[in-house]
């Protein structure tokens, strides 16, 4: 059964630069995963950042930006704010209409 | 811009069966995009369900496909789910999402479905 990781939490400081990972149990993440990226705050639902790799959603600061690094897809937060701490979600695409999402990373911006 | 809104019980007792609905409106569930659902169980992180297209065609989370029925009514532009002989371990929030390989995702706001006798 595919796996799709996440790092359970990363740190960033103020300003700074971030960048949370998104990969397989077994293989490389590439484009044809469509990787999109989710932000979601306590008790709200999912906020679309970045879908199809590297496609920002309308009304996403370009901070915000989607890649494949290193086998796996990435997000990079660039000049992170305080307001920019909240649990992000992935999603790949496997083919044949199944989508797995990771477990999350909870980003805390100190 | 697509905007989603799912209803439906909030307590589902159970062995019983769930059934949600999704109104789409600022678009149209017979254009050619799926259209999923996903769910949270509290503190934990998101699981894709399912999907359909307009067509009638759907694809299922093989972990949850022997209980899952996901179709869309295009004469209420809507979307349903039905998951039938569910626990405790089926409380979630459940989500009626756009989720396409080349156009914008899009979320409803979710439902909180709570499974107890």
């Known amino acids: 059964q595919t796996v799709v990781t996440q790092e359970p939490s990363v740190s960033a400081s103020p300003g700074g630069t971030v960048t949370l990972t998104c990969g397989l149990s077994s293989g490389s993440v590439s484009t044809s995963h469509y990787p999109s990226w989710y932000q979601q705050t306590p008790g709200q639902g999912p906020r679309t950042l970045i879908y199809?790799?590297?496609t920002r959603s309308s009304g996403v600061p370009d901070r915000f930006s989607g890649s494949i690094l290193r086998n796996k897809a990435a997000l990079t937060i660039t000049g992170a704010q305080a307001d920019d701490e909240s649990e992000y979600h992935c999603?790949?695409?496997?083919?044949?209409?199944?989508?797995?999402f990771g477990g999350g990373t909870k980003l805390t911006v100190l | 811009q697509v905007q989603l809104k799912e209803s439906g019980p909030g307590l589902v007792k159970p062995s019983g069966t769930l059934s949600l609905t999704c109104a789409v409106s600022?678009?149209?569930?017979?254009?050619?995009?799926?259209w999923s659902w996903v769910r949270q169980p509290p503190g934990k992180g998101l699981e894709w369900i399912g999907e359909v297209y307009h067509t009638g065609n759907t694809n299922y989370n093989p972990s949850l496909k022997s209980r899952v029925t996901i179709s869309v009514d295009k004469s209420k532009n809507q979307l349903s789910l039905k998951l039938t002989s569910v626990t405790a371990a089926d409380t979630a929030v459940y989500y009626c999402a756009r989720l396409d390989q080349l156009i914008q995702h899009e979320w409803g706001q979710g439902i909180l479905v709570t499974v107890s006798s």
């Open positions: 600022g678009g149209s569930v017979s254009s050619s995009y799926w």
């Open positions: 199809n790799t590297n």
């Open positions: 999603v790949l695409y496997m083919g044949t209409g199944i989508w797995v």
